[in-house]
């Protein structure tokens, strides 16, 4: 005997300010501001979120959970909820909780990857931001997408 997979839709609430939500999310830094969070995080996590063409949420998922120094997830694991809801674009947060939001050459690496296979499924990878102690770094901004 075999078996099939369920797959199953969940939602659970994140809190953040209202001015935060009531605009379109077209910069890193409020990126940043949604998953500030995450910078007290005990290990790497990978977060996708989800936007229309406007830059406006639809929603967002915590991809993968790794341990203080590495995460890991396939690019069509990363992009696969994005084209289940149909999003036009995403941006990928992840957090170092060693402090430093430097980006390794693997998270450039990563990066295009998944920006390869996002524009393959007609999805638009926005950004990847990197969380670090009271900071941050796009990747957009440095021109390393």
């Known amino acids: 005997m075999g078996y099939i997979k369920e797959l199953k839709a969940s939602y659970k609430r994140k809190r953040v300010a209202d001015d935060l939500l009531s605009v379109p999310v077209e910069s890193a830094e409020h990126a940043y501001c949604l998953f500030k969070d995450m910078e007290n995080e005990a290990k790497e996590k990978l977060v996708c979120l989800h936007l229309t063409e406007k830059y406006e949420i639809i929603s967002f998922e915590v ?39 430097e980006p390794s050459s693997e998270d450039v690496k990563a990066a295009k990857e998944v920006k390869r296979v996002a524009e393959a499924m007609k999805i638009k990878l926005q950004d990847v931001i990197i969380i670090g102690d009271n900071d941050y770094v796009s990747l957009a901004n440095r021109r390393l997408l």
């Open 63 to 101: 991809v993968s959970i790794g341990t203080e120094k590495h995460v890991i997830a396939e690019p069509q694991e990363i992009v696969r909820s994005a084209a289940l809801i149909r999003a036009q674009r995403i941006i990928l947060l992840h957090n170092h909780p060693l402090g430093s939001p």
